[in-house]
């Protein structure tokens, strides 16, 4: 079945790298995303991954993929107080032209000055 | 540009009423997708949208729960006989497309759904 698993907390202090967890389970799985949650904002988009990589870099973000343990990770940079957040990793299970998602429950950042 | 806009931004109803939510997409997005998200939860997808189509209505829970998108453009998510169950932010994201980049979802700012 379809399951996106991930740790619910993490706190990290100003300036430390942040590495947020991701689990999931549909190996047919062609995207795999990683979206941040304000509170009272909208779900933004921070970076995807295609199933054939194993590594995507973005500015302060890193994306590694471990598709044999089916396991992905974001992490973040000089990590900064804007960066408090819910993280969530989402999934898109290969189903033709739907490209439908498969959510985790979000992982609390909490970053400490 | 305008992003994806959802009306109302709060809809508070009383048991057993109906209501109707409004997703307006971004101008030219093919690819409508409605998906709700329960407090402390992750979203779970509830339908898909391709053109005026739904071409994939397995996540909505039960009979109650309809959409359309009869011109291809903006949606409206139908519940009727509301439950207290039912209470939770109603998210509404739209993308270019289905391949590629272009099926990266743009999501609105949600319809927060309380059911008395």
């Known amino acids: 079945g379809e399951d996106v698993e991930q740790s619910l907390f993490l706190s990290v202090r100003e300036g430390d790298s942040s590495v947020i967890n991701c689990t999931y389970t549909?190996?047919?799985?062609?995207?795999l995303y990683w979206y941040k949650q304000e509170p009272g904002a909208g779900l933004q988009l921070l970076t995807y991954?295609?199933?054939n990589m194993d590594m995507k870099q973005d500015q302060r973000l890193t994306v590694l993929l471990n598709k044999k343990d089916k396991h992905l990770s974001l992490r973040i940079a000089d990590t900064q107080t804007g960066d408090s957040a819910i993280y969530f990793c989402?999934?898109?299970?290969?189903?033709?032209?739907?490209?439908?998602?498969?959510w985790g429950l979000g992982t609390s950042l909490a970053v400490n000055p | 540009g305008a992003g994806v806009s959802q009306t109302p931004s709060n809809k508070v109803t009383e048991k057993g009423k109906y209501v109707e939510l409004r997703c307006d997409p971004i101008?030219?997005?093919?690819?409508l997708y409605w998906y709700r998200q329960s407090l402390g939860q992750g979203p779970e997808f509830l339908i898909y949208?391709?053109?005026?189509?739904?071409?994939?209505d397995s996540g909505l829970p039960n009979d109650r729960f309809f959409a359309v998108r009869p011109e291809g453009s903006v949606s409206t998510l139908k519940i009727q006989r509301t439950e207290r169950g039912d209470s939770a932010v109603y998210l509404c994201a739209s993308s270019l497309g289905t391949s590629g980049r272009a099926g990266e979802q743009f999501f609105g700012p949600g319809t927060r759904l309380t059911v008395l």
């Open positions: 549909d190996s047919s799985s062609t995207y």
């Open positions: 101008s030219g997005h093919t690819a």
């Open positions: 991954i295609f199933s």
């Open positions: 989402a999934e898109s299970p290969n189903a033709g032209n739907n490209r439908k998602l498969i």
């Open positions: 949208f391709q053109g005026t189509g739904a071409a994939d």
